[in-house]
């Protein structure tokens, strides 16, 4: 099943922080997200692992609550180049190996 | 490394014809998957191989569509016939590790296909 991400669209001036969610209705053992701009492939973030580890990229960090089944990413501080849609991807539950991609959620930094 | 290829990178194409869609993983990858982004329906899976053997192809939407992985180091995806809602952006990523890894993926330019 896909996961949830909220929101759906975050409008920020640089500088700025924000906050984007992902939730599953299942049990989590890994969390991966991707950053596509427009017109571009997706390219990978980070992936976040069962036990709350937390890792970062530049200034964009995220963590991981299995109990709460959800992941959240943090945009600190945003830059122009954080534009894009941020998408999670959680492990498909009838085959190993692949993810599930939930619909994204799309930033856009002003100057 | 030159990253995943893919062609075309743009198809234009009538209803009815055959298409076919084509990937180079990056060499030493031993996973690849087709994925179809739509506005409406986001980033989907279609397909995954591992080690060449397709692994889950619960995606795939009908019967008009079908992938092949001849060797390690390319990948057909084909629809035929095309219809009008086939139009879409197709990417296809790469990855090391056997089919229960969780590895970074890593996508191609993607193939815009119209279909009209």
């Known amino acids: 099943q896909q996961p949830v991400q909220s929101p759906q669209a975050v409008i920020l001036r640089e500088g700025e922080d924000a906050v984007i969610n992902c939730s599953s209705s299942?049990?989590?053992?890994?969390v991966h997200w991707y950053r596509q701009k427009h017109g571009e492939a997706p390219v990978f973030l980070m992936i976040?692992?069962?036990?709350?580890e937390q890792k970062g990229h530049e200034k964009i960090s995220a963590s991981f609550n299995e109990k709460k089944q959800q992941s959240s990413l943090y945009l600190t501080a945003s830059q122009l180049s954080y534009s894009g849609t941020y998408f999670c991807g959680t492990p498909g539950t009838d085959s190993w190996g692949k993810l599930q991609f939930g619909a994204g959620t799309q930033v856009v930094v002003t100057p | 490394d030159a990253g995943v290829i893919q062609s075309p990178r743009h198809e234009v194409t009538e209803m009815g014809q055959e298409v076919t869609l084509r990937c180079k993983p990056i060499?030493?990858?031993?996973?690849l998957f087709w994925y179809r982004q739509t506005m409406m329906r986001g980033l989907e899976l279609l397909i995954y191989f591992n080690n060449n053997v397709p692994i889950d192809d619960s995606g795939m939407p009908e019967d008009r569509f079908s992938a092949k992985m001849p060797n390690a180091s390319f990948s057909t995806l084909k629809i035929q016939p095309s219809e009008p809602r086939d139009s879409a952006v197709y990417f296809c990523?790469?990855?090391?590790?056997?089919?229960?890894?969780?590895?970074?993926?890593?996508f191609g330019p993607g193939t815009r296909l119209t279909v009209l």
């Open positions: 060499s030493g990858h031993n996973s």
């Open positions: 299942k049990a989590l053992y890994s």
């Open positions: 976040l692992l069962k036990g709350g």
């Open positions: 990523a790469s990855r090391t590790g056997t089919s229960l890894s969780y590895n970074e993926q890593f």
